[in-house]
């Protein structure tokens, strides 16, 4: 029997609570972001959590339903306490990262769009960009911080509060 799924979301305009499960996933140097394509920014591939659902289970969900592949968690990388403005609202985001290791190689272009999946109403594109600190300013890739690990993620999981203002 299917039950109803709950995404981990509380929007109380202008407050905006989720929780979001992120990946990061590297191939030949590079790091795989995505973005809604009515959007002008990147993140790392992932989403919401559903009620009930582990942030393990939500990452290999995730993977599964927009990439349309299986992966192995290698590690989680950070818990990440993240406020930002975001479309009018003060948001406030429990953020999980883990280093992902899909089960077969992903399609790569280094320059282009790799995939492109619906999501209900929202066209989700994916793309990869150099693993390297300045992509992140260079592409617009959220949030920021990481930007600081991605050349050299940590071995051991790290907790990171962070609190970005309108432009940064």
Same mark, same amino acid.
Request: aromatic share 10%; charged share 25%.
């Given at each position: ?21 992120? &990946? ?11 973005? &809604? ?8 591939? &992932? ?119 309108? &432009?940064?």
């Amino acid at each position: 029997m299917m039950h109803e799924r709950h995404m981990i979301r509380l929007d109380r305009k202008p407050l905006l609570f989720s929780m979001r499960v992120a &990946g990061l996933i590297f191939q030949n140097d590079h790091l795989l972001v995505q973005r &809604g394509a009515a959007h002008d920014y990147w993140a790392l591939p &992932g989403g919401r959590a559903e009620i009930g659902e582990t942030s393990e289970e939500t990452i290999i969900r995730e993977i599964r339903e927009e990439l349309d592949c299986e992966a192995r968690i290698d590690r989680l990388l950070f818990t990440v306490e993240n406020f930002f403005p975001y479309e009018g609202y003060q948001a406030h985001e429990l953020s999980f990262y883990y280093l992902l290791e899909p089960l077969s190689p992903l399609p790569f272009h280094d320059s282009e769009i790799v995939h492109r999946v619906q999501d209900g109403p929202t066209e989700v594109l994916f793309r990869w960009v150099p693993a390297v600190a300045d992509s992140f300013e260079r592409f617009d890739i959220h949030p920021r911080l990481l930007s600081a690990f991605v050349e050299n993620p940590p071995h051991a999981s790290r907790h990171i509060i962070n609190r970005e203002s309108a &432009g940064t």
